[in-house]
């Protein structure tokens, strides 16, 4: 009887490494906003979907508004030490570390999701995956989200137009743009935006239309600038580099071909999503302006001589990367920067 049992035991202990590679690594993905509603979440389903189709051994689980209790200032660091595997990460948040980086936010650059398409694949986008892996990440997604000014009490429409506010606008060379045309900046992650509103701490702010009807802010803030998109931040899913080489060729290539299915329906919703938050915000009683094409151009020269400008400061890869960002957009849209502003406002739809 005792033999049985010892040949039992052994038997149970050789079966435990086989049902452990059955259910596979589980990779984690943290993110900050709401789960269903944003659409960062969904495109991260999406990815998920595809991604467990066609990578073996590899399974993934999704953490949306910072469940693993990881603030989104400290996710890089998580990914740097592989604590956490994964995450949708606004690239802005690590300028300090990467001081490039704020190439992702600089108000006017981007202006449509036609020109963030452009820059996909292209040299940008390859210096830009240089720079995540010196720093410990490796981009998979190439999500640009627009978004737009958002105040409590105030309609933004010119420079002039926020004179006085207190904002956030969450990379520091936009806001020098904000700081020039007369407003003080908060610097605090979407998140935490709701309850500075609530407060009185802050007065408005830039954000993403995703995150502004996902994290509610409509509750607070009830005057919204849409239309020409100063505000385009490229957040990415990401990955911990560490992660990312323990891979295998074909899991690596697999999860590549995920990432492009989820870029294609990611786009798909962001050319929809004006649409869908001009609705939400008018049900809950938001003021809604459409930006001129003059306040646009006038916004656009005051980027140029504050934020772009302190961008070729940075040092010579940033100056490189803004020029080379800006040729390939007149390459794509036009021979000068009339003919790229004409592109932006052609097919301009109406309230």
């Known amino acids: 009887m005792r033999f049985v049992i010892i040949c039992c035991l052994l038997l149970f202990a050789n079966l435990l490494p086989v049902r452990g590679q059955a259910f596979g690594q589980e990779l984690r993905i943290s993110h900050q906003w709401a789960e269903g509603t944003d659409g960062r979440d969904r495109a991260a389903r999406a990815f998920v979907q595809e991604a467990e189709s066609r990578a073996t051994g590899l399974i993934f689980r999704i953490y949306p ?3 693993l209790n990881i603030k989104p200032d400290e996710l890089l660091n998580a990914l740097r030490n592989n604590t956490l595997e994964m995450a949708i990460y606004p690239l802005t948040y690590a300028v300090a570390q990467a001081p490039e980086f704020s190439l992702a936010g600089l108000p006017g650059l981007v202006p449509n999701l036609d020109a963030a398409r452009a820059l996909k694949g292209s040299e940008i986008h390859t210096t830009l995956q240089s720079i995540a892996e010196a720093n410990g ?9 627009p978004g737009g000014f958002f105040a409590k009490n105030r309609e933004i429409t010119d420079p002039q137009s926020v004179q006085g506010l207190r904002m956030r606008a969450a990379d520091p060379l936009f806001e020098l743009m904000l700081q020039e045309a007369g407003a003080s900046v908060i610097n605090i992650p979407s998140t935490e935006a709701y309850a500075a509103l609530q407060s009185g701490s802050l007065d408005a702010l830039l ?15 009830k005057f919204a600038t849409v239309g020409s998109t100063l505000f385009m931040s490229l957040t990415p899913l990401v990955m ?38 001009v609705t939400t ?57 009339d003919d790229l502003i004409d592109s932006i406002y052609k097919d301009e739809p109406k309230n």
């Open 137 to 145: 990440i490796r981009i998979l997604t190439w999500w640009w989200s």
């Open 240 to 277: 911990s580099l560490a992660t990312w080489k323990k891979l295998s060729p074909e899991q690596r290539s697999a999860l590549e071909e995920a990432a492009e299915i989820s870029d294609s329906y990611f786009e798909s919703i962001q050319r929809d999503v004006e649409r869908r938050m």
């Open 207 to 221: 954000t993403s239309y995703e995150g502004f009807v996902s994290l509610r802010l409509y509750e607070q803030a």
């Open 281 to 337: 915000l008018r049900n809950a009683g938001v003021a809604i302006h459409r930006m001129t094409k003059k306040d646009y151009i006038t916004w656009l020269g005051l980027a140029q001589k504050t934020a772009w400008l302190e961008y070729t400061k940075t040092n010579p890869r940033a100056q490189d990367l803004l020029t080379t960002t800006v040729i390939t957009l007149l390459e794509n849209f036009g021979s000068n920067k």
């Open 65 to 67: 508004k910072s469940s």
